[in-house]
């Protein structure tokens, strides 16, 4: 019973889910300084389902590359068998729905854009997941739940669009530590990710350099939002 839960929670990434989770409540207190905690649990409920969503139709398709990275969740996916492909779907429409309660049309758009994104991340003939366009694609992770939050709250303004760069490039900064990770399974795939193709040192100092080029956009960040000295 502990390995098929310690599965599924692998299947689903539960720990990006928990992150999307906390960054969406985060930025629902920052952008609606008068929000309720029921409609930043919720709204953080919506993220943490759009991206399990995504990460599980991303690991049904993953299932050779993570028998080196991650065999614990490879095994896991493959004894699902298409029961995994359901069960992202489930996700999606979950998601989907979510958003339709909201009554908000823009919040049920970027939900869409969110699975689109998710999709072409990881289901052929995209699998824009394998190629050099994986970051980019990955900005969206952080991107979409700053971006549903503003609309739910009709909030849209230049210090939203700082927010959403600045979280959309960490994710994409994550996304390049996840494939230093995964070189040697994406390279012996003859995919074709930034890291593969820089090769694994120039794909280290990148990352770093993406990282560290965060730094002057969460001071622009705390100063827009007139955040307290502790921030910094």
Not at 33 to 49: D, H, I, P, S
Not at 166 to 180: Q, R
Request: neutral net charge.
């Amino acid at each position: 019973m502990l390995d098929k839960t310690k599965g599924f929670l692998t299947f689903i990434s539960v720990e990006r889910g928990i992150m999307l989770f906390m960054i969406t409540m985060g930025s629902t207190f920052l952008v609606a300084r008068n929000t309720t905690l029921t409609e930043a649990a919720y709204l953080g409920f919506v993220a943490f389902c759009l991206w399990s969503g995504v990460d599980a139709i991303n690991n049904v398709y993953d299932v050779d590359l993570d028998m080196k990275s991650d065999s614990i969740r490879a095994n896991y996916t493959k004894n699902l068998g298409k029961l995994g492909l359901y069960i992202s779907l489930a996700l999606f429409a979950l998601t989907m729905g979510l958003g339709v309660i909201t009554g908000i049309q823009l919040v049920t758009l970027f939900v869409f854009v969110g699975i689109l994104a998710g999709v072409i991340y990881s289901v052929p003939p995209f699998r824009l997941r394998q190629t050099i366009y994986k970051p980019v694609v990955n900005i969206s992770v952080g991107a979409v739940p700053v971006l549903i939050v503003a609309s739910f709250f009709n909030i849209f303004s230049f210090q939203l669009l700082v927010l959403v760069i600045l979280i959309g490039l960490s994710t994409a900064a994550n996304s390049l530590w996840e494939d230093l990770a995964d070189y040697e399974s994406d390279f012996t795939a003859n995919a074709r990710t930034l890291v593969v193709v820089l090769g694994f040192k120039r794909g280290f100092l990148l990352t770093v350099v993406v990282g560290y080029c965060l730094v002057p956009l969460m001071v622009l960040v705390g100063v827009l939002f007139q955040l307290s000295i502790l921030y910094f």
